[in-house]
């Protein structure tokens, strides 16, 4: 990891999180009555709600509408939900407008072209390793692990050990 990365993690104070290839593996499953169902990983979901301890605000901006998806926002308390089009850039500056936050403080980690527009502007732009090319290039890092294999725990920690919160934060479960 370069140094201009944790410099930049430490900046962060909203992480932004695209849903399919980063929050799953991309995969859509459909059930009998045609709804696409989606797996999200226990241990990513875990890293948000450590990382919403830690101080730093959560969203999800996703191109695709599923019901799944804002079962799971609720289930970790992300707050700042955006659903539908490949518009990515509106909400996100929607989102800046209400946090009061600056794009220099915030972060993103996305997979596809859709979401360079907003990868483009973050301070913190981060992909997963099989995300499309175009996206690996522009990112300031990318993560060891997968999207939906624990990419995003690994972002989580990221950011709380470039902030100095992740001793703290972890101090409850090493007693």
């Known amino acids: 990891m370069t140094a201009s990365v944790i410099e930049r993690a430490a900046r962060i104070k909203l992480m932004i999180f695209d849903v399919d290839g980063v929050l799953t593996d991309g995969s859509l499953h459909y059930g009998a009555d045609g ?8 241990q990513d979901g875990l890293g948000i709600k450590l990382l919403q301890e830690a ?4 969203a999800i901006i996703s191109a695709r509408t599923s019901q799944q998806v804002i079962r799971r926002a609720a ?3 992300i707050s700042h ?17 209400k946090t009061g936050l600056t794009a220099e403080q915030v972060g ?21 390793p099989n995300g499309r090319a175009e996206v690996i290039s522009r990112a300031h890092h990318v993560t060891q692990a997968h999207g939906g294999r624990g990419a995003v725990r690994e972002v989580c920690e990221l950011l709380m050990q470039a902030q100095g919160s992740y001793e703290r934060v972890m101090a409850q479960f090493l007693v």
């Not at 709804?35 to 226990?42: I, Q, R, S, Y």
């Open 55 to 58: 101080g730093v605000q959560t």
């Open 81 to 97: 939900l955006h659903q539908g089009g490949h518009d990515k850039l509106t909400p996100f500056h929607a989102l800046l407008d």
């Open 75 to 77: 289930d970790l308390g």
């Open 108 to 128: 993103f980690i996305g997979d596809d072209v859709v979401d360079l527009p907003i990868l483009s502007r973050v301070g913190l732009a981060v992909a997963v």
């Open 35 to 42: 709804e696409a169902l989606k797996t999200f990983n226990v």
